[in-house]
């Protein structure tokens, strides 16, 4: 059992950055690939960023390649999305995942999800 927690969610004006990070309670944490999804109103949940369980390979949506970067910290239990250049389109409720493969990340096949951490960016 993985339980996830985000943080680091608020309001920042275009340009802007922000850091979100998630803590995971569990031993098993570092066997799970972990990923961050946001999710619009009146939008469908869209994946964003993933990282293996070793950290050894990433994905990003083509939308935040460049300015996103997902980080994870075996020892800590979190995974952090550092976010800069941010748009008024970024603006969404951002929840973190933990699932077998990145693979399953990126599919939303996830066995566990946080509660979510709301960004608004402002133009």
């Known amino acids: 059992q993985v339980q996830l927690v985000e943080s680091g969610g608020g309001l920042v004006q275009a340009g802007g950055s922000l850091r979100l990070s998630c803590a995971a309670s569990?031993?098993?944490?570092?066997?799970?690939?972990m990923g961050w999804f946001r999710q619009a109103p009146g939008k469908e949940r869209e994946f964003v960023a993933g990282i293996s369980w070793s950290s050894s390979s990433t994905s990003y949506v083509d939308s935040v390649k460049g300015r996103f970067t997902i980080s994870r910290d075996n020892a800590k239990n979190t995974v952090d999305l550092q976010m800069n250049s941010l748009k008024p389109e970024d603006t969404a409720v951002y929840f973190c995942?933990?699932?077998?493969?990145?693979?399953?990340?990126?599919?939303?096949?996830?066995?566990?999800w946080g509660q979510g951490t709301q960004v608004t960016v402002s133009s």
């Open positions: 995942a933990a699932g077998i493969t990145l693979e399953s990340v990126k599919r939303g096949l996830s066995a566990y």
């Open positions: 569990g031993r098993t944490f570092s066997t799970y690939a």
